[in-house]
């Protein structure tokens, strides 16, 4: 009944994604590319990670890490506002937004090893050949299918896939916070809700979460949405992911936290497939399939932005092919160097200085502008992003 009971509610959410009142909502179809970006992969490992690593205390560190975000996007939010409403930018603005753009290529480069691997692992998980070595080799082919797409066809050829996998992802999330409210109730009447103690603390507990902050990232894309909405809608929209995102969130890591004893399972890359298993057995399968899906046009929309960026940055003197062909060399020798959490780690590093680099150029408004307060704290951001990048550590396994 459970199962029967879950695909209803994944049903039901496609049915109301899909009403013309609200997939035509101007603000709506402008919050939805942030806001699968920000539950996107980050969904799929965080539960765990702080489940195991913080016990009782995790959703407070899932607000901490929402709300760090949130700030850095008012950053960006802020940028949206000036800088992008201002015909010519000075050329201290311009040199640090051609410094960021470059960063944020690179941040795709990596983000890209992020979400193959993640497809590596859910692939073969519910397979017997559920190896470290079979991921990889999954993680390695699904790389040369992007480079072939990139060379031959394009990425415009997927674009409908990406589209699709966006309610693909949101319904099963919807499906499966159905199923935790379920189980977490039935927890509690059978009283044995469990209050695990955090494994993690002071720095230690500080640089992993600094190493999480990609989890959390995907509001930016607001940003570069300027061709089909003007500045106040992508300020709406992400103010409105960011907000949804973090309710789904917190929600979802208090069910998890107090739902399950410690040792449920092995914390690994496909760890919340095992703790869903628990819940109800159609959840790993809607998952995998959530997983591969969203893993993979989450992969071509970053190759495509790298590509695009790289070439742009160089004057088109790189062609996008090459650019393919750099992201995905780069992306193999992460995959076969690297595990899952340390690219995470990587990933977050390098998003953080992306975040450093909007703080700073939302800073040189301010200061132009003399608004003093909003200076002290977009230096603030940018003295936080670079703690980030420094510091951030990936977990330990």
Known sequence: MLNAAILTVVIA???LLLHPRLANATVWRATVTPLASIIGSGFLVIGPILDFNFGLFAPLIMLALTAMAYAFGAAI??????????????????????????????AYVISVAYYLNLFGAFGISLTALDAAADARLLTTFM?????????????????????????????????????????FVNTVRAEEMPMNPAQVSGWSALTLVFGLIVTVQG????????????????VRSMKLAQVVSTAIYVIYIALLSYAFVPGTMDLDETAIIDMMEI?????????????????????VADTSGSGGLISEISGHRIPSKLAYTFLVGIGV????????????????????VYYALQASIAALSAYSARRWLSLVGFVSLATLGVAIAVFGQPVEV
């Open 13 to 15: 959410t496609g049915a």
């Open 279 to 299: 819940v109800a057995p159609i959840l790993p399968v809607l998952l995998v399939a959530a997983a591969l899906s969203a893993q993979f046009s989450a992969a």
């Open 333 to 352: 020798v992460l995959t076969w160097s690297l595990n899952i959490f340390e690219i995470i780690s990587y990933a977050s590093r390098a998003f953080a």
């Open 77 to 106: 939010r802020y940028n949206i506002q000036t800088i992008d409403a201002q015909p010519e930018r000075t050329v201290w603005v311009e040199r640090l937004e051609v410094l960021a753009s470059l960063v944020l290529a690179f």
């Open 143 to 183: 790389f040369f299918v992007i480079l072939i797409f990139g060379w031959t066809k394009g990425f415009s050829a997927l674009e409908r896939l990406e589209q699709i996998s966006v309610g693909l992802k949101l319904t099963i999330i919807a499906g499966l916070l159905f199923g935790l409210v379920v189980h």
């Open 219 to 234: 509001f930016e894309t607001s940003r570069y949405l300027g061709e089909t909405y003007d500045a106040r809608t992508r």
